[in-house]
């Protein structure tokens, strides 16, 4: 929450071993990507380094809320087999662009994602779509941020603002 980088960064860089077959799930991000990427997941692989792609990932079941700009940003990412599915992202402030960054954007694979850009709604504006994911779904995405989260009570911050199928319970 409120991090200078992205809430989780996907990336690919020399000298690292190959980043493949790795998945990204149940995780929460909140206005993360202050100062670099502006969203709450970053892809980036290293320009100096194309021949170790990051590739066949699976990031599923993920709810991210930015209010830096964007929900999934893209820099040099030489990416294969990057899979988002049913994942919720809301854009919150000015944030009307949930995809942003270079054309690997567009090479990633949507699955029924829930896209919720508030300034769209605030200026009765249609909803921002992501025209590579076919099924997704615009839903209005209810939510009440604590200014400080106590660990402890997380499960029961989030059980009210996620589906169902997290099968996260309320706790009395």
Not at 20 to 25: A, E, K, L, V
Not at 75 to 80: A, R
Not at 102 to 125: F, H, L, R, V
């Amino acid at each position: 929450m409120n991090n200078e980088g992205a809430g989780y960064g996907l990336f690919q860089f020399a000298g690292a071993t190959e980043w493949n077959n790795n998945i990204i799930r149940y995780n929460v991000s909140v206005n993360d990507g202050i100062k670099n990427s502006h969203a709450g997941i970053y892809v980036w692989c290293d320009p100096y380094n194309k021949e170790i792609l990051l590739c066949n990932t699976k990031v599923h079941d993920n709810l991210i809320i930015s209010n830096q700009g964007h929900s999934v940003s893209f820099n040099t990412g030489f990416s294969s087999g990057l899979e988002f599915s049913d994942n919720v992202f809301v854009l919150t402030n000015e944030g009307i662009k949930h995809l942003q960054g270079d054309e690997t954007k567009n090479m990633a694979i949507y699955k029924g994602n829930c896209y919720w850009s508030e300034a769209a709604e605030q200026q009765g504006i249609s909803q921002p779509r992501v025209s590579e994911d076919a099924k997704a779904r615009y839903e209005k995405i209810e939510y009440t941020l604590p200014e400080k989260i106590d660990i402890l009570r997380l499960k029961e911050i989030l059980s009210g603002m996620l589906p169902e199928r997290y099968n996260v319970t309320k706790t009395k």
